[in-house]
């Protein structure tokens, strides 16, 4: 008790210290779920009107569904905000409600007390009245879905309905964004007010501490201790998994890659890639990418010894270091996890997801030289496992011929990257002639060609696998198109230049800033946009189906021809015409080829033909090598050729010089649309 009565004033300060920092954390931590809600909000308030757009156009009740599901983020934290304003308010409400606008459960007791707080202050009562104004505007955005698929189901709704309900979106979408600007820069202003009123108030409160506050600064630098290894662990590790990031991987890894005594076993590198993770996150979003993620770093936790590396080297990209292990043991691991990812079924939104992945398995005992060379042959090892069907584990060999390959492909890439920086690539043009009428107009593709350091001319499909696999296509699909321009800004009589088209690669259908890059360009060398047009293969056009759709109506609304090239290639051509805003096709080459020798290809390129007619488009038939083909297709009653047939292809430089000097022609596509 004498004790007791010796350090209460103590035991008593510490307590009211930890009070006050407790009570600083809880404060900012609310004011943190806040704004990390506030951003979930303004996502979900935005995906929901691009999804109602979407309906309003197409009706597409999936895109109703997907507005459902975006808008009740919202109606969710307004559940909660309308419960915790009434006078005796149920808790449980309030927090589903939260919980309904995807908000963290252990974050929403701190944001109900945040809440119950911020009505009886003066500074945050304005964060209160724009959420109030939003959630008005989100009610007058529901009100005007539910007449929209009113209209949609009862098929009432005419162009001029549509173009007033979106109007009403737009209107609504219009005065939500400065909302969502002023919610957020006065929270960011609460919260720094906060902050310094609790800096102030935990300053006070150390003054009158100040004489027990060498009995207390034990505790505050064990505290400091504390934070030092949690930064420390967060710049070694990757915050989703809870592995190593690449940066502390590639430090390890570069330890493990020193000479050992001979006794020792080297060890090994397993570089692990998930096979279709891009369709768990295009197909459920971010969120489910994320907790395939982590469930995919469990599994792999639970096949490795305890001194193993395992580490997060990028978005779906794992690598593991086994030490002084054996290669029968690295290949019996690397099986284990394989196998393990295969039985594992990912449930998400009502879906289940099969898991599989490409492991590549490099012996350290090779002696790689740096960090990179192994990553390399991991890497190159892994790319092998995939080609050759996924969901396997492949060994690193040097002289496999598939390794040679990557290896190629490596070389290409400072091959590409160097021509790009010197400007060696040059474009060919290549005509597409009409042959069903006098009243059509010729055009030409745009062809790219690679003059290397030698003179050597290196045609296409030499280089492009390696530019689409390392991420060059989008910078030379620009390059294409900006000389492209400049060359159709060059001429000085327009009317004797017909229109000239660019391939646009599926990189490029993703690039958003596309559109602006075009657009711009066209201002900048005074070209009509009706002068130039754009080609994707359907395959391109399918694995970025949204994006293209967006894109290509962007560029058809500027003026430019859109075609869908490689026509009929694939099963899922005709399901996906429909979506496609295009003005013409190119029958892919495989079935005009050798036409008159084959009944069936006849068959085809005519039905082809026949189901552009009905659809309002144009037809062109690719690869047309003899007149025996081109007298089928005029038969059949296709719009163009295009081939060897026609002309071959030659350097676009030439195509200009030589069309100023004929008297003026058509203008390309315009009399085809």
């Not at 754009?534 to 859109?562: D, H, M, N, Y």
Request: charged content about 25%; some cysteine.
């Amino acid at each position: 008790m004498k004790l007791l009565r010796r350090i209460w004033p103590l035991l008593a300060s510490n307590l009211l210290m930890l009070a006050i920092c407790f009570l600083c954390m809880s404060i900012l931590s609310s004011m943190r779920a806040y704004v990390g809600g506030e951003s979930l909000w303004s996502k979900a308030q935005k995906d929901a009107v691009t999804h109602l757009r979407q309906f309003a156009r197409d009706g597409d009740i999936e895109e109703f569904a997907r507005f459902r599901q975006a808008l009740s983020i919202p109606m969710g934290d307004r559940a909660a905000r309308l419960e915790l304003l009434k006078p005796a308010p149920d808790f449980a409400v309030a927090s589903a409600g939260f919980l309904a606008g995807g908000n963290d459960p252990k974050d929403v007791p701190g944001m109900i007390r945040l809440f119950r707080v911020a009505e009886h202050v003066p500074y945050m009562q304005r964060v209160l009245q724009i959420w109030a104004e939003g959630d008005g505007l989100i009610d007058r955005l529901d009100d005007v879905a539910d007449q929209l698929l009113d209209e949609v189901t009862a098929a009432r709704l005419d162009p001029s309905g549509r173009a007033a309900l979106l109007s009403q979106i737009n209107a609504i979408d219009f005065r939500l964004r400065p909302l969502e600007d002023e919610f957020s820069s006065t929270l960011g202003a609460s919260s720094r007010l906060t902050t310094v009123i609790l800096a102030w108030t935990a300053a006070l409160s150390s003054l009158v501490f100040l004489g027990i506050g060498i009995a207390l600064s034990g505790s505050i630098l064990a505290r400091a201790d504390s934070m030092e290894l949690a930064l420390r662990h967060q710049a070694s590790h990757d915050e989703l998994t809870g592995l190593v990031n690449r940066r502390e991987f590639e430090r390890r890894l570069s330890a493990a890659l020193a000479p050992l005594p001979d006794q020792r076993e080297p060890g090994a590198l397993l570089y692990l890639d998930l096979d279709q993770f891009k369709i768990v996150n295009d197909t459920c979003g971010h969120h489910a990418g994320d907790e395939l993620i982590r469930r995919v770093a469990d599994t792999i936790r639970a096949a490795v010894r305890s001194s193993d590396t395992i580490g997060r080297l990028g978005g779906d990209e794992f690598g593991l270091l086994l030490p002084a292990c054996a290669p029968a043991a690295a290949l019996s691991i690397a099986e284990t996890i394989r196998s393990n990812l295969t039985e594992l079924r990912f449930s998400w939104g009502g879906r289940t997801f099969l898991v599989g992945a490409s492991i590549g398995v490099v012996m350290l005992e090779r002696g790689f030289g740096t960090v990179a060379e192994a990553l390399s042959a991991a890497d190159s090892a892994c790319y092998l496992a995939k080609d050759s069907g996924r969901n396997r584990v492949q060994v690193f060999r040097q002289e496999d011929r598939q390794i040679q390959v990557r290896a190629e492909e490596m070389n290409w890439v400072v091959r590409l990257e160097d021509a790009l920086e010197h400007s060696r690539f040059e474009l060919f043009a290549q005509e597409i002639r009409p042959i069903a009428g006098p009243r059509l107009d010729t055009s030409y593709e745009i062809l790219l060609r690679l003059r290397d350091k030698d003179g050597r001319l290196i045609e296409p499909m030499e280089f492009l696998p390696a530019a689409e696999r390392y991420g060059l296509m989008k910078r030379l699909d620009r390059w294409v198109i900006e000389r492209t321009i400049q060359r159709l800004g060059a001429v000085r009589d327009v009317a004797t230049m017909p229109r000239l088209a660019v391939n646009l690669s599926a990189a490029s259908l993703g690039d958003g800033e596309l559109l602006g890059f075009i657009s711009s360009r066209l201002r900048e060398h005074e070209v009509a946009p009706h002068r130039l047009g754009f080609e994707v293969t359907e395959t391109a056009a399918i694995s970025e189906l949204a994006a293209a759709e967006l894109l290509l109506e962007s560029l058809r609304k500027l003026g430019c021809s859109i075609g869908l090239d490689d026509f009929g290639s694939g099963m899922s051509s005709f399901g996906y015409l429909r979506r496609l805003p295009i003005d013409y096709v190119k029958i892919d080459g495989e079935f005009v080829q050798a036409m008159n020798k084959d009944p069936v290809k006849r068959a085809i390129v005519a039905s082809m033909h026949q189901i552009a007619r009905v659809m309002g488009l144009r037809t062109v038939a690719e690869h047309v090598e003899g007149d025996a083909v081109l007298a089928l297709l005029r038969e059949i009653g296709v719009d163009y050729a295009q081939g060897f047939a026609i002309g071959i292809p030659a350097p676009l430089a030439e195509l200009v010089v030589s069309r100023e000097q004929v008297p003026a022609g058509g203008a390309g596509w315009d009399a085809a649309a």
